[in-house]
């Protein structure tokens, strides 16, 4: 494993790179304020210290809303709390769910209260979760983007397979075009280049972003995690940006190709349909942005078979998470940060992630 990863953190490839950044930078006419969508990018950028080898004063990096834990507002955290805390229901979600705080306390508040609310490593592991408690309401509280959707979808249909009639879906599967384009639509955003999703471009392909750089004309490119992945895509942004082009480029192109993966793509069509809209944390309502269980499969949707309605709920005051998540702040802009908001004792998303911009700038330094 080592052996393929060398190369991508060979110190001497890193400071070649970073070299032919800041030589060619300095022909760039205007600043380039490049959106890492994706969280796990800017986990990169901190870990490896990459921005203090960018010594351009024209090259700025802002955080994204790629964090799926990050974007999930405190109504939707709310109603899983409510869930929860029924006498006969048993909650699953993902690790990081459990303690992001919503409007009634977090899932681990819950638990801590007699809750019966687990994390799973797997969706399937629902699957055997719901057939050992038949008297129980089993609740998967899915959450992502393109990357996790086909296993939720997978689980659907295995659970209908095997005739599992316990198990629910509380569906929170998002898309990351149509946020992007909110955030390059408000006038006081800077961005006019993006790093796109790596793992969500293997599931969609890189076509799903061709329509944000010819319409916004901006440079796009699909990076890898790796740091010599993250300056390759940067050099091709900043190459783009001296050639007057506007294109999606694949620098991951080990795993990404144009089409994705048209089997996974199937699987989620056969189940889903666009929603027409949801509430994202720190950006609002976007049209069309997010996912649902087609009309055949709402017996197996959650919100539908417990009747909940999702209200609106004011973020605190104090927490810039918002303003992150739109690109409008840096984590070290919010006051409480490292203070009152820690990983220990998180005021908002983006310091519980673990692909949260907070969550990064606290463990690798607020540079």
């Known amino acids: 494993m080592q052996d393929f990863i060398n190369p991508y953190r060979d110190a001497k490839h890193i400071q070649v790179l970073s070299n032919q950044i800041n030589k060619a930078s300095c022909d760039l006419t205007e600043e380039l304020y490049i ?9 990169t950028l901190m870990k490896y210290g990459l921005k203090s080898l960018l010594d351009s004063a024209k090259i700025h990096f802002i955080h994204g809303p790629g964090c799926p834990v990050c974007i999930m507002p405190k109504s939707r955290i709310s109603q899983a709390y409510t869930l929860a805390m029924m006498h006969d229901v048993i909650l699953l979600t993902l690790g990081d769910m459990i303690k992001v705080p919503g409007a009634l306390g977090s899932l681990a508040d819950a638990r801590a209260r007699g809750a019966d609310v687990r994390f799973v490593y797997s969706p399937f592991d629902c699957l055997q979760i719901a057939q050992d408690n038949p008297t129980k309401k089993v609740v998967y509280f899915a959450i992502g983007f393109e990357t996790t959707t086909p296993m939720t979808a997978a689980l659907l249909q295995r659970a209908i397979h095997m005739k599992i009639c ?14 992007v384009r909110a955030i390059l639509d408000d006038k006081r955003a800077k961005v006019n280049a993006l790093i796109a999703p790596s793992h969500v471009s293997v599931i969609s392909g890189s076509k799903i972003y061709t329509p944000l750089a010819h319409d916004y004309k901006i440079p796009i490119v699909v990076s890898g995690f790796e740091p010599v992945d993250m300056l390759e895509s940067i050099l091709h942004i900043v190459e783009q940006k001296l050639a007057g082009q506007h294109e999606v480029i694949i620098q991951y192109s080990r795993v990404v190709n144009l089409s994705g993966n048209l089997k996974a793509q199937a699987l989620v069509d056969t189940y889903f349909e666009v929603a027409p809209s949801f509430v994202w944390r720190g950006l609002g309502a976007i049209p069309h942005s997010s996912l649902q269980l087609k009309e055949e499969y709402r017996m197996f949707d959650a919100q539908a078979h417990f009747n909940l309605q999702e209200e609106e709920v004011r973020e605190s005051k104090h927490c810039l998470c918002g303003e992150i998540l739109k690109g409008l702040a840096a984590p070290k802009d919010c006051s409480v940060f490292g203070k009152a908001c820690t990983p220990a004792k998180p005021m908002g998303s983006c310091m519980v992630s673990s692909e949260g911009a907070c969550a990064a700038y606290y463990k690798y330094g607020a540079l």
Do not use: S
Not at 35 to 43: I, K, Q, R, W
Not at 166 to 179: G, K, W
């Open 35 to 43: 959106m890492e969508v994706c969280g796990g990018h800017t986990h």
């Open 166 to 179: 316990n198990l629910f879906l509380h569906v929170n599967h998002v898309l990351v075009p149509p946020p």
